[in-house]
T-cell receptor, first 116, second 116 residues
Framework: AQKVTQAQTEISVVEKEDVTLDCVYETRDTTYYLFWYKQPPSGELVFLIR??????QNEISGRYSWNFQKSTSSFNFTITASQVVDSAVYFCALRVTTSGTYKYIFGTGTRLKVLA | GAVVSQHPSRVICKSGTSVKIECRSLDFQATTMFWYRQFPKQSLMLMAT?????????EQGVEKDKFLINHASLTLSTLTVTSAHPEDSSFYIC????????????FGNGTRLTVT
């Protein structure tokens, strides 16, 4: 099966707290890409990061960091010192190749509420 | 960054009428465009994948005669909801990617369709 699981449906934190959003994926492909997208209340999806299956280096971008662990099929996302503007739904996605075509599989999303 | 423009952002139509939604890539050539549907507080459901100049590939359970997709150029894809019914009311999101292997998906702002 090829799927993405975001077990946390909703998380609430107080501003300045750190928060980690979990993402576990399943795929039989050896080459694949993982993504995180942010969907604020306005609805548009904003691309945050892309990681290919051969690059397990963790990445930090400002207050955002990502931990890719191939051994546990996880690609977790941490926001440090959260802010109210971080409130959004965050989707983890997996890109696989099916019959020569790229297919993007999204998790069910985690709604993050950052309280002032 | 890459910009995808989706229009209209919101449309209300009467049952039985058809609605066309446009998706344009503004600063890159989109070899592949994807159309998603999102129900309230749910994940994105892929409806179809369209490659420029060829027929769209529809996901299982999506009626191709009801959801007409045209991808006539490298910068424009359209989704037409024909003979709309209230159950077609939803948030429709298009996304596009260029042909580069590591290209992420870039999303439009979505169209909220309400069928009365």
């Amino acid at each position: 099966a090829q799927k993405v699981t975001q077990a946390q449906t909703e998380i609430s934190v107080v501003e300045k707290e750190d928060v980690t959003l979990d993402c576990v994926y399943e795929t039989r492909d050896t080459t694949y890409y993982l993504f995180w997208y942010k969907q604020p209340p306005s609805g548009e999806l904003v691309f945050l990061i892309r990681r290919n299956s051969f690059d397990e280096q963790n990445e930090i971008s400002g207050r955002y960091s990502w931990n890719f662990q191939k051994s546990t099929s996880s690609f977790n996302f941490t926001i440090t010192a959260s802010q109210v503007v971080d409130s959004a739904v965050y989707f983890c996605a997996l890109r696989v190749t099916t019959s020569g075509t790229y297919k993007y599989i999204f998790g069910t999303g985690t709604r993050l509420k950052v309280l002032a | 960054g890459a910009v995808v423009s989706q229009h209209p952002s919101r449309v209300i139509c009467k049952s039985g009428t058809s609605v066309k939604i446009e998706c344009r890539s503004l600063d890159f050539q989109a070899t592949t465009m994807f159309w998603y549907r999102q129900f309230p507080k749910q994940s994105l459901m892929l409806m179809a994948t369209s490659n420029e100049g060829s027929k769209a590939t529809y996901e299982q359970g999506v009626e191709k005669d009801k959801f007409l997709i045209n991808h006539a150029s490298l910068t424009l894809s359209t989704l037409t909801v024909t003979s709309a019914h209230p159950e077609d009311s939803s948030f429709y999101i298009c996304s596009a990617r260029s042909g580069a292997v590591n290209s992420p998906l870039h999303f439009g702002n979505g169209t909220r369709l309400t069928v009365t």
